[in-house]
């Protein structure tokens, strides 16, 4: 999306203390708060969240200390980025509380190791999604017992209820939140590659209790890493909670899954927390993004390149009011905020999707516009009450780039709690049929000896359907769609939401 080009322009631009002239009222309905202030008199959104940050945490509870420890001075954006990191956190500047852990990619480098192709990655990535032997990756193992000490300190650490870190910025970089360094996250998503591929080596040998380990270590760090609020964070760990169900999937599979490893599974996944609300990352971090992003094409409108994307042009222009702009953003903020607060989770959903077609709708009426089709200009007119139509227009414009994905979000956490909700049924399948040799007759044979309760399907309110196929079993919802697909599984898009267990 285009909000994302603004690192470029960042890197580009010179940020002097002489900006364009903005007469931005502050207020709940435009800047939503009204301080601290920058010296340009805008609101310092990164200041406020830093404060909120420090005043809820305590160093020896934070897991953000136990993954900053683990970082290679050279993995952060910047020297001064990681420096004032471990500063905010209490860690020293010198790393000598340090215990690195390094991706496959990065460890093979400081090996000085010949790449031959994308054979590094390549392994790395087959290693972390079937079982596999030493003989089979020689070299990713050699690497998961290099980074056991690092590991093994995620793995205690992951324990933790807090993950707060702070939004730095680097001493080049303008006070901006889409300028925040996530190298944190990444770091995250690279131990949980290191954690699946050491699950499916020792699944293939046999030690399934550790396996188990790993894959709930896998589940922690992706409920941590939801706990950052902001959607980028809450994406990488939806994400982290899919591999380690995958991995989870081929201990099941197994032939040496005993039943006591299974209903130890079950226990597990019955415990993991429902998933944390996207709505307060949206309502915050991402809200503020859109209002500093705005601000920031508006400030700098005369330095922006030509290249820039049309919808900027319009912003660019000297009568574009930038005040109802806000009221305006923060309209559609509070309505996806109220949508996806919605408990009925069918009600939430047509509330998202009357939002997303809305915005829609305005996306092709301005695109219209732009081909100068007056009755396009006259509908616009009356439905956007605006001081001119580049306001209209710009507006618009931003909107379907910044907002319109936001509503999108609704269906992605119904289908990763749905998609966990299910997992303890599929591990009470595997189990009933290691017990028995087959598979349950039907979902209701699970109770109460492997389970005390059954999943609801939230698109049906009744239980996910279930039969058995060419030797496997598939257990699926209809999915955010909430049409039955016959089992065909959506990913990302509409569709059902599928689980198959294969005990072939």
């Given at each position: 999306m285009a909000r994302f080009y603004i690192i470029a322009i960042c890197l580009a631009i010179s940020f002097s203390q002489v900006i364009a002239e903005v007469e931005l009222e502050i207020g709940p309905d435009t800047t939503v708060i009204d301080g601290p202030l920058k010296p340009d008199g805008t609101i310092d959104y990164l200041a406020y969240l830093n404060q909120k940050l420090v005043a809820k945490v305590r160093p020896e509870e934070n897991f953000a200390v136990d993954v900053v420890?683990?970082?290679?001075?050279?993995?952060?954006?910047?020297?001064?980025?990681?420096?004032?990191?471990?500063?905010?956190?209490?860690?020293?500047?010198?790393?000598?509380?340090?215990?690195?852990?390094?991706s496959f990619t990065d460890y093979m480098a400081k090996l000085g190791e010949k790449r031959e192709g994308s054979k590094w990655s390549d392994d790395e990535i087959a290693a972390s999604e079937n079982p596999w032997a030493e003989s089979e990756y020689p070299q990713v193992k050699r690497w998961l017992d290099e980074q056991a000490a690092a590991m093994d300190l995620i793995a205690e650490a992951s324990g933790k209820q807090q993950y707060v870190m702070p939004l730095i910025v680097g001493d080049e970089q303008q006070a901006f939140l889409l300028l925040v360094s996530k190298r944190h996250v990444a770091q995250i998503a690279f131990l949980t590659r290191a954690f699946a591929a050491r699950a499916e080596l020792k699944i293939n040998n046999g030690d399934l209790t550790g396996a188990t380990s790993d894959i709930m270590v896998m589940h922690r760090l992706a409920n941590l890493t939801l706990q950052q609020e902001d959607v980028m964070s809450w994406l990488y760990g939806a994400t982290i909670h899919g591999r380690a169900m995958k991995v989870?999937?081929?201990l099941l599979a197994s032939n040496k899954a005993?039943?006591?490893?299974?209903?130890?599974?079950i226990d597990d996944y019955t415990s993991i927390p429902r998933l944390k609300d996207i709505a307060p990352a949206i309502d915050r971090y991402e809200r503020f993004g859109a209002i500093e992003y705005l601000l920031f094409l508006h400030e700098h409108k005369e330095e922006l390149p030509e290249i820039w994307e049309k919808n900027h042009v319009y912003i660019k222009h000297d009568s574009f009011d930038v005040?109802?702009?806000?009221?305006?953003?923060?309209?559609?903020?509070?309505?996806?905020?109220?949508?996806?607060?919605?408990?009925?989770?069918?009600?939430?959903?047509?509330?998202?999707?009357?939002?997303?077609?809305?915005?829609?709708?305005l996306y092709e009426q301005t695109n219209l516009m732009l081909g100068g089709d007056e009755q396009a200009i006259d509908a616009m007119r009356g439905v956007i009450e605006a001081s001119n139509l580049h306001t209209a227009i710009g507006l618009n414009l931003f909107l379907a780039d910044e907002i319109r994905s936001k509503c999108e979000l609704a269906g992605a956490q119904l289908r990763v709690q749905m998609?966990?909700?299910?997992?303890?049924?599929?591990?009470?399948?595997?189990?009933?049929?290691?017990?028995?040799?087959?598979?349950?007759?039907?979902?209701?044979?699970?109770?109460?000896v492997y389970l005390l309760d059954l999943p609801v399907d939230f698109a049906t309110g009744q239980l996910p359907v279930y039969r058995v196929e060419d030797g496997v079993a598939v257990v699926y919802s209809f999915g955010v769609d909430m049409d039955d697909d016959g089992g065909t599984d959506g990913g990302?898009?509409?569709?059902?939401?599928?689980?198959?267990?294969?005990?072939?």
């Open positions: 420890r683990t970082m290679p001075a050279e993995f952060w954006w910047s020297a001064d980025v990681g420096r004032k990191t471990r500063a905010w956190l209490g860690l020293k500047d010198e790393q000598d509380d340090a215990v690195l852990f390094r989870c999937d081929d005993k039943p006591e490893d299974i209903r130890q599974l005040n109802y702009a806000l009221r305006q953003i923060n309209h559609y903020y509070d309505r996806i905020v109220e949508a996806l607060s919605i408990e009925d989770t069918k009600q939430r959903v047509v509330a998202t999707n009357a939002i997303e077609r809305e915005l829609d709708k998609r966990l909700d299910l997992q303890p049924v599929v591990c009470a399948i595997a189990a009933y049929h290691v017990e028995h040799g087959e598979y349950p007759p039907d979902l209701q044979a699970l109770t109460p990302n898009e509409d569709g059902d939401i599928v689980v198959r267990v294969d005990r072939r």
